[in-house]
């Protein structure tokens, strides 16, 4: 079943991120790093989320869209059941935003301990250790949650 890679992958994810940021990064302080760690969290939080969807589908009680907007308002519909608060979805969207920002960006700096994203209209969005090491707590408890729901349910 499709869910269940989806939730290895997370898990492969989850554990190579952690490592990253727990024994690379401070050995190397390289600012690419934590801009991958944020990238690798969005995907295993999104790799999860994709999980709860299909399972979802499956159970017949969502439909699936080509959008990707409209997937994601059904999974905030169905996440009070895995136990996921509105925090949560708000770290999740906030993370996305860090993302897209880094996508368009044509400059990133690193300054007093914080990866600053520039925009092309000059805003700044800043990333701390500390920040990233939330999004990578925030992974794990959107893992947690979707595997233990979908395993109870098996």
Do not use: W
Not at 15 to 27: G, Q, R
Request: glycine share 2%; net charge positive; charged share 30%.
């Amino acid at each position: 079943m499709a869910f269940i890679q989806d939730l290895g992958e997370a898990e492969k994810i989850i554990k190579a991120i952690d490592h990253m940021l727990y024994v690379t990064y401070p050995l190397i302080k390289d600012k690419r790093l934590l801009i991958k760690i944020l990238k690798e969290s969005k995907n295993s939080i999104f790799l999860c989320i994709s999980a709860a969807l299909q399972y979802e589908y499956i159970q017949k009680r969502i439909r699936l869209y080509e959008d990707s907007r409209r997937n994601f308002s059904a999974f905030i519909e169905c996440s009070k059941k895995y136990g996921i608060k509105s925090e949560e979805i708000k770290k999740i969207l906030e993370l996305s935003d860090i993302i897209d920002s880094h996508k368009s960006s044509s400059i990133e700096l690193y300054k007093n301990g914080k990866l600053v994203i520039l925009s092309e209209n000059m805003s700044q969005k800043s990333v701390s250790l500390e920040k990233t090491k939330e999004f990578l707590q925030l992974s794990k408890e959107i893992f947690r949650k979707i595997k233990s729901f979908i395993i109870l349910r098996q």
